[in-house]
């Protein structure tokens, strides 16, 4: 039903002059989806309250209630169309009365954990972009049609959103930047195991991937008890994401997988001071894949001892900094990192070996990552003490992976057994950190355990060796003929 809905919903939008990628469809659908899972959490909230002989207070006013102004209904429980707002009424209505409402809750809030504040934030970032307001009475009644009461529901709808963020990152534009494939980013969180009392962080937050799985990880790993809900409610997920669009799609994306009130900060994170991080500052786990290929202005790089204009390696330093002694790290990163020659690649090797125990490598094939070709591999870290020795893993697959054949987490469960036990195979091994060059420290993925394979020659290449040997038969013959 939600994967019908969606498309529907793709199709209306496609048709709207205000809406002209899948980057507008996503956002849009955003706003008015959240607005009807609000109505869904307030009627929940209600009737808990009741059950319980208390009053619940809704957030909202009537007059801006789903009920009211996006979907009256009938007796019969369908849509009244005689109440409901529809063309210009409805466009006015949500930019000149809805947004601005909403808007304010930010400045209205107590504190900043709260649903209100998360509601007034999103509302300030965001604009309705829906330019005919019976396009937008079709996406409304799309809309109503979805319920999120159940946990099932709930779980289906969060795992379709995450599928429309994907079909955004695979759009192009800057979309890419927020989408890291789930199947990674699950492998990734089981292999780094946090635990419930830590806090998890990812200063890259985009659309929230990775403190999405996270949250699902340690909700299905045992009972939760009510002190755990709140904690993992309040004191868990950690994030800070520069760009609007990531960061309203990231927000949302927690509050939609059951986190009310996500910590998602909307800050450039490398323009804050390494040298202002302080202990309270710190985290146990950070989770994470910061962009790759950006440049920071020379102001930003300022903030790190190791100056370079690539983002992923100023990121780099800020997690080795602001993870805890102790504490855990899976981080995505351009696979040049390991052997890469310029002075901001080798000290940052240096730092990270002397610093943390980097004890894992996983290298990914080329087009892990849909429409980038860059190659990847996942740094597995402890803080607080040096790396004596590396397992690295090589992902070989008998296939090509693209937008149709994407890597899925049968492809990465040979990676999980043996990392357990760091064991040698013929895509694993390990290597001894005194043994390194100790001026460079290249750290380059080699598998000494592959075997080499005689690379096919192409047609092309063939023939052409065809054509040299009859040329040079032909002279041999030319040269008989004369001594005859």
């Not at 190791?306 to 900094?321: S, Y």
């Not at 750290?443 to 023939?463: F, G, H, M, W």
Request: net charge negative; aromatic share 10%; hydrophobic share 35%.
């Amino acid at each position: 039903m939600f994967e019908q809905t969606f498309k529907n919903i793709d199709d209306i939008l496609h048709k709207d002059a205000g809406c002209s990628s899948e980057l507008d469809y996503v956002e849009q659908t955003s706003w008015v989806l959240f607005l009807k899972y609000l109505d869904d959490l307030e009627k929940d909230k209600g009737t808990a309250a009741e059950l319980t002989g208390k009053t619940y207070t809704n957030i909202l006013k009537p007059e801006y209630q789903w009920a009211k102004w996006a979907a009256p209904k009938t007796k019969d429980g369908k849509i009244d169309h005689h109440k409901a707002l529809t063309g210009d009424d409805l466009k006015d209505f949500v930019d000149h009365k809805l947004f601005p409402y909403l808007k304010k809750f930010k400045s209205d809030a107590e504190h900043a954990d709260t649903i209100e504040y998360k509601i007034g934030e999103i509302f300030s970032e965001l604009k309705n972009k829906i330019q005919s307001g019976y396009n937008l009475r079709e996406v409304i009644d799309r809309i109503d049609e979805l319920r999120f009461r159940t946990h099932a529901e709930k779980h289906e709808m969060s795992h379709l959103y995450e599928s429309k963020i994907a079909n955004m990152g695979n759009a192009g534009r800057n979309g890419g930047e927020y989408y890291t494939p789930r199947p990674l980013i699950r492998t990734i969180v089981k292999v780094v195991a946090p635990e419930i009392g830590n806090k998890i962080y990812d200063g890259a937050a985009g659309s929230a991937g990775f403190l999405c799985e996270a949250f699902d990880f340690l909700k299905e790993n045992k009972k939760l008890t009510t002190t755990d809900i709140i904690t993992l409610q309040k004191k868990t997920f950690y994030g800070k994401e520069k760009k609007s669009l990531a960061y309203i799609i990231g927000t949302m994306n927690m509050i939609l997988h059951g986190v009310e009130a996500p910590n998602i900060i909307h800050t450039n994170t490398l323009a804050e001071n390494l040298d202002d991080i302080q202990e309270k500052d710190r985290f146990d786990i950070i989770l994470a894949n910061p962009p790759f290929g950006g440049k920071e202005r020379a102001e930003v790089q300022q903030n790190f001892p190791i100056k370079t204009g690539e983002t992923a390696f100023l990121f780099l330093q800020h997690f080795i900094k602001i993870l805890k002694a102790g504490g855990k790290a899976g981080v995505v990163i351009k696979n040049t990192f390991l052997s890469n020659t310029d002075n901001a690649s080798v000290s940052l090797r240096k730092l990270l070996l002397e610093s943390c125990n980097l004890h894992t490598v996983l290298d990914l094939p080329g087009g892990t990552f849909t429409g980038a070709g860059v190659k990847t591999v996942v740094l597995f870290f402890e803080k607080g003490s040096a790396t004596k020795k590396v397992w690295f893993y090589q992902l070989n697959l008998d296939r090509n992976l693209g937008k149709t054949n994407a890597l899925n987490e049968k492809d990465l469960e040979d990676f999980v057994t043996l990392q357990k036990k760091k064991a040698d195979s013929e895509n694993s091994w390990s290597i001894d950190i005194k043994g390194i060059d100790q001026t460079t420290f290249d750290l380059s993925a080699k598998n000494p355990n592959k075997k080499e394979e005689t690379a096919l020659r192409s047609p092309k290449e063939i023939l052409e060796e065809m054509k040299a040997l009859d040329e040079e038969s032909a002279e041999i013959l030319s040269v008989i003929s004369k001594l005859v």
